[in-house]
């Protein structure tokens, strides 16, 4: 795969959104990110601090998890944590409900979420907020759509007033994780439709989806991708909306030990993928591509002072400005043990 030899990148500065002692913040990329001008609001999940060693995620599976929100208002400079503690545990609590249809998806206060029971096969439930996340609609039931089960993470994209595509994970004839798929509704979401498998089925796993709308018939997709001890992100093209794939590339041969793709648009047409790196050095990073994603730019290292591989799943948006806004979770050898959710606030000239 061809590259570019060069792309001029500045990283303006690193943010901490969110770090208590004790308490252990992650995985962006489950929740999702949305942004309205300089108005960004970004999920997350919190748990409990536990050194479970060197190969596992340091949180403690006995105690429960919390869902998280975190606001800025100036472009990622500063933010405000909300702790929506009514939400905690709510697909767990409270009955699902049938989706009640004739939502506008292009309301300008407008966001969907996707959240799972289980990562492997669900089941999972739909949320959505018409003022900018302050609340949100009670759990919706997806279907399953004849799969052992669907483990959504928050990825979609809006294609008209009732016209919105999910892009998840399902798990596979075995059970297993998993493969990536892709659904439509159009009618406001009173029914979803499958629309396709994004690849074919994998020995090992294709997850988290990461799509982006390059043209009015044009999609990419970046996937999460293993096989064995091996771990990449491939890219998949649709050039008749969603209806079939092709395997484009792969954006990134190796992301150390697995991490999903955040993939935006930006201004100037060029698309922005970004990942965390679960191998030494630890660290965050970006590549470009001028070209619709058909070549990718060499690695920039948005920062490379991790302390264990426990990082990433990264999600990321564009200011008015120009500058790009990425979250992710983290981990330094100066802040402490406890993992925390971070932003990188960069640019990247012409």
């Known amino acids: 795969m061809s590259a570019f030899s060069q792309e001029s990148v500045a990283v303006e500065r690193h943010v901490m959104i969110y770090h208590e002692p004790g308490r252990c913040g992650g995985w962006p990329a489950n929740h999702g990110i949305w942004s309205w001008g300089n108005e960004i609001l970004v999920g997350f999940a919190v748990g409990y601090h536990m050194d479970l060693g060197p190969r596992r995620h340091a949180f403690d599976p006995e105690r429960p998890q919390e869902d998280r929100r975190a606001r800025s208002l100036d472009g990622g400079q500063t933010w405000a944590i909300e702790a929506l503690a009514a939400e905690a545990g709510l697909v767990r609590e409270r009955e699902a409900r049938d989706w009640p249809g004739s939502v506008d998806f292009t309301h300008p206060d407008f966001a969907l979420r996707v959240r799972m029971m289980d990562n492997h096969v669900g089941p999972s439930f739909l949320h959505y907020s018409c003022d900018r996340g302050k609340t949100w609609e009670d759990p919706f039931r997806l279907p399953s759509f004849d799969t052992p089960g669907i483990a959504g993470r928050t ?4 294609n008209g007033k009732r016209d919105c595509m999910l892009f998840l994970t399902a ?8 493969r990536p798929l892709c659904l439509r509704t159009t009618d406001g979401g009173k029914s979803w439709q499958f629309v396709s498998w994004i690849g074919p089925e994998p020995r090992g796993w294709a997850i988290m989806p990461a799509s982006v709308r390059l043209t009015a018939s044009d999609l990419l997709v970046a996937v999460r991708r293993r096989e064995g001890a091996m771990h990449w992100l491939s890219a ?4 008749d909306n969603g209806q079939n794939w092709e395997h484009l590339n792969d954006p990134v041969a190796d992301v150390g030990r697995g991490n999903p793709a955040a993939l935006i ?3 100037d047409g060029r698309l922005c993928l970004t990942y965390g790196v679960r191998s030494r050095p630890f660290r965050i990073c970006a590549r470009l591509s001028r070209d619709r994603g058909r070549t990718w730019s060499g690695e920039i290292v948005l920062r490379d002072d991790g302390a264990a591989f426990d990082l990433g799943y990264t999600r990321s948006v564009q200011r008015p400005d120009g500058k790009i806004v990425t979250v992710y979770y983290f981990t330094d050898a100066q802040t402490g043990p406890e993992r925390y959710i971070a932003a990188t606030i960069w640019g990247s000239g012409q």
Request: hydrophobic share 30%; no cysteine; glycine share 6%.
């Open 265 to 267: 648009k930006l201004a």
């Open 171 to 178: 798990a596979k004839s075995d059970s297993r994780e998993g």
């Open 236 to 239: 998949y093209l649709s050039q």
């Open 155 to 158: 990825d979609y994209l809006v």
